[in-house]
């Protein structure tokens, strides 16, 4: 069965500091890779997404992330973190055939922003 | 667009209540999930449809909670009867097609006491 692992629980950074979040998936076929980022109270909110081609994809707020089949990874990064970063981060995997929908997720990865 | 609208947002209840938790997807998207989440567990997919058509209910915890999708711009999760243990948010989401992302609603935040 597909799995998603994100190594990191709890990740703590200084404002301004640059951030890599991890994410790893197990699964042969190509798949459909997504982080999402939760505010407290909130829903989860896509930042970014791969589907094929280019392995570096740009997201929202400043967030890229980057495809490496070799390794079955797809780390999150931002160069310079900021207060309002503070959440929590979702890494999520889907893959393709028989109309499958369904996305698994990680158990997320908590960041908290030291000013 | 206004995404995914879920009502409640908030719900308390006494065990043993019926819980009656709404959605409605994206206009045009053809998927719907209903997801809980926890401290304990994170976040658990309940069930999800397909065109209206319960594809997957593996998700679902017991014979308490059941899940309808009448039309395609409407979903319920039911819960009858409640418990303590019951209490979570439960979130919605909808995507347009395979492959694509899931579009989140805020969230019912449900206490059962």
């Known amino acids: 069965a597909q799995s998603v692992t994100q190594p990191d629980i709890h990740i703590t950074v200084s404002e301004g500091a640059s951030l890599e979040l991890r994410c790893n998936y197990s699964y042969g076929a190509t798949p459909y890779l997504f982080w999402y980022v939760q505010s407290p109270g909130q829903g989860l909110q896509l930042l970014l997404k791969y589907f094929s081609g280019d392995t570096l994809v740009q997201g929202i707020k400043g967030f890229e992330a980057e495809f490496k089949r070799s390794q079955s990874s797809f780390n999150l990064r931002k160069p310079s973190v900021h207060w309002s970063d503070a959440a929590e981060y979702f890494c999520a995997v889907g893959f393709s055939g028989g109309s499958n929908y369904k996305l698994t997720f990680g158990k997320g990865t908590l960041l908290t922003v030291n000013p | 667009d206004a995404g995914v609208i879920q009502s409640p947002r908030h719900e308390v209840t006494e065990m043993g209540q019926e819980v009656t938790l709404r959605c409605k997807p994206i206009s045009g998207h053809n998927s719907l999930f209903w997801y809980r989440q926890t401290m304990m567990r994170g976040l658990e997919l309940l069930i999800y449809?397909?065109?209206?058509?319960?594809?997957?209910d593996s998700g679902m915890p017991e014979d308490r909670f059941s899940a309808k999708m009448p039309n395609a711009s409407f979903s319920t999760l039911k819960i009858q009867p409640s418990e303590p243990r019951d209490s979570a948010v439960y979130f919605c989401a909808s995507s347009p097609r395979e492959g694509s992302p899931q579009y989140f609603g805020p969230g019912t935040r449900l206490l059962v006491l």
């Open positions: 449809f397909n065109n209206n058509v319960p594809i997957d």
